[in-house]
């Protein structure tokens, strides 16, 4: 039978909102349709590889290394139908090996195991895939197979009435009524023979030249015969049909765009309004081309007019990211919005946004999107009153065994069972966001980062990437004062950390004093840069000075020199750090010829003399290995001093 692979198309809109809510201008800016972004976020959540071939694994690996067998193809080709491809596929599918032809057969060498065999056959016009189900390959054997290709593919006559078919009209033939592409397409032949069809059921259509449907019907292809498919009457394409382009818009109820429909031959046809919040045109069935331009609105489709002689309804939602529905999704999107009331009359609120999510995508009315922003509203306030503020993306979790994977066919589940929820733990600004509700989340943000700690500059920066994203000048300015007042406030506490000195310190203390003053010198210059404050020179000022005051000690140590590198690297000072190099590299001179070879060796290296510091660092192991030795030597005279004077009983 012939192949064919699904995708998974299960997730919703939501979600595409969930993982790029903190930036929407970036978002806007997306080419792909939300479907297939959606299509690409299950595949990575399910763990699946891309679509395609999986790679032949190399040698070396686990499966290479298996016990081998090698498969041998016996084909009987045709005059008209030949062989143009043979390979076996992994049970896993994980990998995969293409045949190599040996004159009249087709042999390949695989590691043991179960395998899929495909085959790519090649007719006059048609080439299609047949897969010839499962084959067993055993180690240090021979699997053989003869394939007699007059079994795998067979003809069809097609007939029809002398002179009823239009010219430039074109035969196509698909696996299925609900295939979007064909795999075979071909002028019809003047006896009406189709050579190399792969046998089974397939779709059969006539187009005519500017696309439309002439005729279609089923047709089922039988090994070592002929099929026949008789059309008494070729479909009337000559009577215009109407295109209604329904339109929902959120802010402007008369939005003011242009939409003309594009022939293959150019001809534009413009559609005109018929009633408020509805626009239409008649054309010809037939492919076209749908442009949409407008203030903000930039859409293009192609369509098919005449393919079922009724007309052709299309919905253009107006958001942030305009889109065009199918009437197929609006069907759909109605289903969405009555499990949507199913769950928020049961209680399950968070359940309820997700299916008024996905019916909104393509929502006659913005009844879903009311409901989303009165739901999504409601369980923020819950969430503020219980201090949860934020979470951020990634805003889901899968949930394994759900059972309402096995009782609702919408429900968002991957094919492993695992349903798409809201993670428990939201906060406030995550269900605001969700919800629509810009405002309230923009004063929620304001007033969170007003209350971080001064660590949790990265959270500020989100904050502060979403008010630029939106273009909200008035809370970018509000959050650059919280900045400021952070970076203020991180300055003063290093002041109060550092101030008391570091004489008098023990080792540990004096590190830990440094390392917190070096942090938050660092916090000040992450905050006062969000703000944009000229209070950036302070940071260097104040960095270089801890860096200078750690140089001029009396007693240095390789730690003290790390450390004023830290606070020159900061203060962004080049003289600073070849100052240090210069005096570690005296430092580590003298280490050496007092006999600290160890701390000459780790000198030298803050000079950036690695060769000096090999050899003090050999001289230490040996300097080492002489104590250790001579402090053996010790115990064991005690010992036997210890044993002399209990003989002699002393």
Known sequence: MAVGKLGYLGLLSALLLASCWLTPAACAQETPSWLKTLQKQMETMQGQPPLGRPEEPRAGTAASEKAEGS????????PQVRLERAWLESSSGKASFDFLREGGAWRRQVPAGPYRLYLEVMGPTV?????????????????????????????????????????????????????????????????????????????????????????EDAVTIHAGQQSVCRIERFRDVSRPLPLRLWVRSEANPTPSFSAVLKDAAGTQHQLKPASPGLWQAAVLPGNYQLIIKGRGIKQTENLTMGDNDLPLNLLLVLKERSH??????????????????????????????????????????????????????????????KGKDYSGPPLYERRADDPLCKTDPLAFCTTRGERIVFKEELGAIDWYLLSGNHGAAAQTMI?????????????????????????????????????????????????????????????????????????????????????????????????????????????????????????????????????????????????????????????????????????????????????????????????????LADELGI
């Open 71 to 78: 498969v041998l193809l016996q084909i009987k080709e045709t």
């Open 127 to 215: 080439a299609f895939i047949v897969d010839q189900g499962p084959l067993t390959v055993h180690g240090g054997q021979t699997a053989r197979s003869a394939i007699n290709l007059q079994q795998v593919s067979s003809t069809v006559r097609i007939e029809y009435p002398p002179g009823a078919l239009p010219p430039g009209a074109t035969l196509h033939f698909y696996m299925d009524r609900f295939s979007k592409n064909s795999f075979a397409e071909q002028e019809l032949p003047a006896d009406g023979l189709v050579v190399g069809l792969p046998v089974g059921p397939l779709w059969l259509a006539i187009r005519a030249a500017a696309g439309a449907i002439l005729f």
């Open 324 to 385: 065009l529905c199918k009437e197929s999704e609006t069907f759909r999107a109605r289903d969405y919005f009555v499990r949507a009331e199913k769950a928020e009359k049961a209680g399950r609120a968070p359940d309820a946004i997700l299916f008024y999510h996905a019916a909104d995508h393509c929502s006659m009315t913005n009844d879903a999107q009311q409901a989303v922003e009165r739901l999504g509203t409601m369980l923020a306030v819950q969430a503020e009153k």
């Open 447 to 643: 007033r969170v980062a007003d209350e971080l700690p001064l660590e949790a500059h990265d959270q500020f920066k989100n904050f502060l990437e979403y008010f630029a994203a939106r273009r909200n000048r008035q809370a970018f300015a509000a959050m650059a004062e919280i900045a400021a007042r952070q970076g203020r406030r991180a300055l003063e506490k290093e002041e109060e950390v550092f101030s008391p000195g570091l004489q008098g310190q023990s080792r540990e203390s004096r590190n830990a004093v440094i390392n917190r003053s070096v942090q938050l010198l660092e916090a000040a210059n992450r905050w006062l840069t969000y703000a944009q404050n000229r209070q950036m020179k302070e940071i260097s000022r104040r960095a270089e000075s801890r860096g200078t005051a750690l140089l001029e000690k009396r007693e240095l140590r390789p730690a003290d020199l790390e450390h004023a590198q830290t606070y020159y690297t900061l203060a962004a000072v080049p003289d600073g750090i070849i100052r240090i190099r210069q005096v570690a590299a005296q430092q580590g001179e003298r280490a050496a010829r007092e006999g600290s070879f160890r701390q000459a060796a780790d000198f030298f290296r803050l000079a950036g003399n690695f060769a000096e510091a090999e050899k003090m660092t050999a001289k230490a192991e040996s300097q080492n290995d002489v104590e250790q030795k001579s402090a053996e030597q010790q115990r064991s005279f005690s010992r036997d001093s210890e044993a």
